[in-house]
């Protein structure tokens, strides 16, 4: 799933957020103080970052026949 460019809830922008995020999560790092250190602040926008599944490198697969 592609992450969305502004959060559903508040509209602030998320999306710029999500390649460091999912950097430093994929290097160990903690959840909390990965977002807090990207001030996301608003719970709504954190949920949205958490709960994200990338999937992209399994539909890119099937756009190639």
């Known amino acids: 799933m592609l992450i969305p460019i502004r959060c559903f809830a508040c ?4 999306s710029a957020k999500w390649e460091e995020y999912k950097k430093r999560i994929d290097a160990g790092e903690d959840p909390k103080k990965v977002l807090d250190d990207l001030k996301v602040k608003r719970y709504c926008c954190r949920s949205m970052l958490i709960s994200n599944i990338d999937l ?6 099937f756009g190639s026949q």
Request: proline share 0%; no cysteine.
């Open 11 to 14: 509209g602030s922008v998320i």
């Open 56 to 61: 992209m490198k399994d539909i890119a697969t």
